[in-house]
């Protein structure tokens, strides 16, 4: 049905920053329905802002968000909480309610926004915590949970409403590697039964080469794109230094100059 | 509403008289679906259905909310006697449907019944909780009055630039507030007592009065109210955020003892730092209560001459001792909350709500007892 490359999310040349201090400019890229799309970068290097940009929580300096045809920088109001229902957001550290349930937790955004009766909603909360392995963990607090749960039960509460965009920030920061190859399982699975499109912010090597279809990488010293493409061809045929560097996880030389060498 | 949903989804319900159920959807099952077809639904409870089928093979969209109905009638919570079968649904949709079955609703289900605790069990409850707070807070103030001496003693564990800096903000930074609160409750006492002394020809007495009243009571008294209002929260909170992103642990690894490290130097400046705001609010208070007397008509120097003559040495000592007691209750208590916070989004909330009551409550009730102390000793 969706097969088309058709592109979900459009960024035309997104300038973000903070009032004076711009970190990202003239960002252009695309987002193609279906498919897991990973936003790498290193540290300082803007993946954050760009995913809060991305997201509405931030407004950017100058540019356009497009998501499903409609400008998310400009939309106002009942347009832009439509919008905003079209997507989820799972939170680096899951930003779970604490007060509530994990159950009350993904049922909360049904309860808001849609009129079906509390029993129903119950159990597509219940069936939403099944689908990410949690079904067991419904009436926990989030602070019993452990990290690995707490995500997922993160990324429930984000389909609630069935959204066709997921994005994600730092899913394996804090985990395992099990548990963190866990959650790519279940972000491919997502990905796959689902048609969910995944928008993911990362620099765990390991889970890019697992999951991502595509991928663009921030750079903090241009703030800008220097890499776009599919993980493995990167990493193979990457003319850029600091693309080859990170992927094949160098250290900066810079940072090596005063320790004795090893010949 | 932008499209008329009921079009969207149909919803045809056939009972027959031998107990047979048939529902058969067309359209979009989703969350905005739901609702329409739900009361269309009902008959079902009500007509002894012992055997329901869903056909579910005209459906063209199903989201969660939709499924979730169909789970809900193939557990048989529309129909609780009928044998239910879901039939027709599309392969990608039949697989995700099979994902939840009745077993994980039952496994949710049983941990679910969590009975009431019974009035006994509820004020069994609620005494051992305040006997381990007390036993907590002596706990604590044994380990203060044991760490304190040692430490104020060695000059460079003690930190004194900390001590300081609580001094500033809890001390200097309050006068403001301080002033103002002591000079109107001075204005307010003045001005209320002196009506009913007027009707004796006793107004001069209102001096006397106010003088008395604020230095062994009032002055010592705002001054740890608002300390605890200001200070002991701000401790709570600023320990509790510390315990909370595990910078206390941080400090115990090195060996830091965080009483020796944080409290000692918060307790140290609010034992120093509470006589002098207690002199300090007497002070405005009396200033108050005399503003009002020279209102009254009365020379400055006789209103002087009565205040000298009514308060004594041993009520000035005794508002001293009680800014000391209450300094270092209001300081130690905002402490202990602090350390005693818990985990989780509102426990730095919680501590310093206990901080703020805790230490007021405290207050009143050493004040009680330096009141009846005072009395025998003075006699």
Not at chain 2, 24 to 29: A, E, M, W
Not at chain 2, 51 to 71: N, Q
Not at chain 2, 318 to 346: D, E, Y
Request: with cysteine; aromatic share 6%; net charge neutral.
């Amino acid at each position: 049905m969706n097969n088309l490359p058709e592109s979900i999310i459009q960024v035309r040349g997104l300038k973000a920053g903070y009032g004076e201090k711009v970190i990202l400019e003239d960002i252009n890229f695309q987002v193609r329905r279906g498919e897991v799309f990973v936003i790498l970068g290193g540290s300082g290097s803007g993946k954050s802002t760009l995913l809060k940009n991305l997201i509405g929580l931030y407004a950017p300096l100058a540019g356009e968000v497009w998501i499903e045809g409609s400008d998310l920088v400009v939309a106002k109001d009942d347009e832009r909480l439509r919008l905003l229902r079209k997507f989820g957001v799972m939170y680096q550290s899951g930003a779970l309610f604490g007060s509530m349930t994990v159950l009350e937790n993904v049922r909360l955004p049904l309860d808001e926004f849609t009129p079906v009766p509390d029993e129903v909603k119950e159990l597509a909360a219940l069936a939403k915590l099944k689908l990410v392995g949690l079904g067991a963990a419904a009436q926990k607090l989030p602070s019993e949970l452990s990290g690995g749960m707490q995500k997922r039960a993160a990324i429930a509460r984000a389909m609630a409403l069935d959204p066709r965009i997921l994005f994600l920030d730092e899913p394996s920061a804090g985990l395992d590697p099990v548990t963190s190859a866990g959650l790519d399982l279940l972000i491919k699975e997502l990905s796959h039964h689902f048609g969910i499109t995944f928008v993911i912010v990362t620099h765990d090597l390991a889970s890019i080469y697992a999951i991502a279809d595509r991928v663009i990488m921030l750079d903090g010293r241009t703030r800008s794109i220097i890499a776009e493409g599919k993980p493995a061809e990167l990493r193979a045929s990457s003319t850029d230094h600091w693309v080859r560097q990170f992927f094949n996880r160098e250290p900066d030389s810079a940072e090596f100059e005063h320790q004795p060498s090893t010949k | 509403m932008t499209a008329a949903p009921q079009h969207e989804l149909e919803a045809q319900v056939r009972i027959t008289p031998d107990g047979m159920a048939q529902v058969i959807l067309r359209g979009r099952l989703d969350a905005q679906t739901v609702p329409c077809c739900w009361n269309d639904l009902q008959p079902l409870r009500l007509a002894g259905t012992n055997k329901l089928e869903v056909d579910a093979a005209g459906l063209t969209f199903c989201d969660s909310a939709g499924l979730a109905l169909l789970h809900y009638l193939n557990l048989g919570r529309m129909a609780p006697q009928a044998a239910v079968s879901v039939i027709g649904l599309e392969p990608e949709l039949e697989k995700l449907f099979r994902g939840f079955t009745p077993a994980d609703y039952e496994a949710f289900h049983r941990p679910l019944r969590k009975g009431r605790l019974s009035l006994p069990e509820e004020v069994g409850n609620a005494v051992a909780e305040v006997t381990t707070d007390l036993r907590e807070q002596v706990e604590f103030l044994g380990s203060v009055t044991g760490k304190l001496p040692p430490t104020l003693l060695d000059r460079k564990r003690m930190r004194w630039s900390e001590v300081r800096r609580v001094f500033e903000s809890a001390g200097a930074n309050a006068v403001p507030i301080v002033s103002l609160v002591s000079i109107l409750v001075g204005l307010i006492i003045a001005f209320e007592s002196a009506q009913p002394l007027a009707q004796f020809g006793a107004q001069i007495y209102v001096a006397n009065m106010i003088g008395l009243v604020m230095v062994r009571e009032l002055g010592p008294l705002l001054a740890a109210i608002l300390l605890a209002g200001r200070s002991a929260s701000a401790f709570a909170a600023e320990l509790g955020t510390m315990k909370v992103n595990e910078e206390l642990n941080a400090l115990e690894t090195f060996g830091l003892d965080p009483m020796r490290f944080l409290v000692l130097q918060r307790i140290t400046a609010g034992i120093l730092l509470t006589p002098l705001l207690t002199f300090y609010a007497t002070f405005m208070g009396i200033l108050g209560g005399v503003a009002i007397t020279i209102g009254l008509g009365f020379p400055l120097s006789l209103i002087l001459h009565q205040l000298s003559s009514s308060v004594h040495l041993s009520d000035v000592a005794l508002g001293a001792a009680k800014g000391i007691v209450f300094g270092a209750i209001v300081s130690a208590v905002g402490c202990m909350r602090g350390l005693q916070t818990h985990q989780g989004p509102s426990a730095v909330g919680v501590s310093t709500t206990r901080a703020v009551v805790t230490s007021i409550l405290l207050i009143i009730i050493a004040d009680t007892v330096f009141s009846v102390l005072f009395f025998f000793l003075t006699r």
